[in-house]
């Protein structure tokens, strides 16, 4: 069945919150299924900082198309070449890092979405609607609606500009990069400070203003995590497949010895 709308598009509509999972380490199409089955709304494949080609990351995209999961991807910049060719094989939202300006966000729905919107080239035959012959001009239409198309605020001056940014047309999430934005700010790894605060405040305001979803990256406490969400945010990555692993890894190693050193 062709996919008629997108997961993580439709829970947001809903007034309900997005929940994904970060893909750095995974390589089949498995990990799609995992993060459906572990509660997940979308999958954030990094291709920003993790060592994927796009071969693989059109078979994962494939594998969620069919099993509910909407597959993100990060891509480099607003100017990645490869948006378009993602998209054109199964991905169905790109999420641009470090968006300062307004004319960034500009430029990168100009790659992610089909004119008049942007100026995305038709290629035809989609994997979302199973390569069934659709008329161009409704193909387009209907993948420019379900493609999803967030800004990462990962700088003071992206923090300065968010109100602008937010304001671009084809913009849906604008998605606040916690650790790079504290870096920037000379507060490496200090999540929950007042600055960090005011700042995923100031998002939520912006993107209110402008009809926008607001979205939450790199805060992995569940509190605030919690709290953020309960002021509107509506587009959170939970934590990496890694560090689910290595978490899950270590605690049973540990149980295991703490069992065996008390003499089970």
């Given at each position: 069945m062709a996919v008629n709308e997108n997961p993580v598009k439709a829970r947001m509509a809903a007034g309900e919150v997005a929940l994904g999972m970060n893909v750095r380490m995974a390589r089949s199409g498995d990990i799609a299924r995992?993060?459906?089955?572990?509660?997940?709304?979308?999958?954030?494949?990094?291709?920003?900082?993790?060592l994927f080609d796009v071969?693989?990351?059109?078979?994962i995209?494939?594998?969620?198309l069919g099993c509910g999961i909407a597959p993100l991807v990060r891509v480099r910049s607003c100017d990645d070449p490869n948006t378009a060719l993602l998209l054109d094989n199964g991905v169905t939202g790109i999420v641009f890092p470090d968006v300062n300006t307004a004319d960034d966000a500009r430029r990168g729905v100009a790659h992610a979405k089909f004119p008049p919107v942007g100026k995305r080239s038709a290629g035809g035959g989609y994997p979302n609607f199973n390569y069934e012959p659709i008329p161009v001009g409704e193909a387009t239409?209907?993948?420019?609606?379900?493609?999803?198309?967030?800004?990462m605020i990962e700088?003071?001056?992206?923090?300065?500009n968010v109100e602008a940014i937010a304001a671009v047309d084809g913009v849906d999430v604008v998605h606040i990069g916690s650790n790079d934005l504290l870096i920037d700010m000379g507060k490496p790894g200090q999540f929950g400070d007042p600055e960090h605060i005011a700042a995923v405040d100031?998002?939520?305001?912006?993107?209110?203003?402008?009809?926008?979803?607001?979205?939450l990256g790199g805060e992995r406490d569940l509190a605030r995590q919690v709290d953020f969400i309960r002021k509107g945010v509506?587009?959170?990555?939970?934590?990496?497949?890694?560090?689910?692993?290595?978490?899950?890894?270590?605690?049973?190693?540990?149980?295991?010895?703490?069992a065996l050193a008390g003499g089970l």
């Open positions: 995992i993060a459906k089955s572990s509660g997940h709304d979308f999958l954030f494949i990094d291709m920003q900082h993790a071969e693989t990351v059109g078979h995209a494939n594998t969620a239409a209907r993948i420019n609606d379900l493609t999803l198309v967030a800004c700088t003071r001056e992206g923090l300065e100031r998002i939520i305001a912006a993107c209110a203003t402008s009809g926008k979803i607001p979205g509506k587009f959170v990555t939970t934590q990496t497949d890694l560090k689910f692993l290595q978490a899950a890894a270590t605690s049973h190693t540990e149980a295991l010895r703490e």
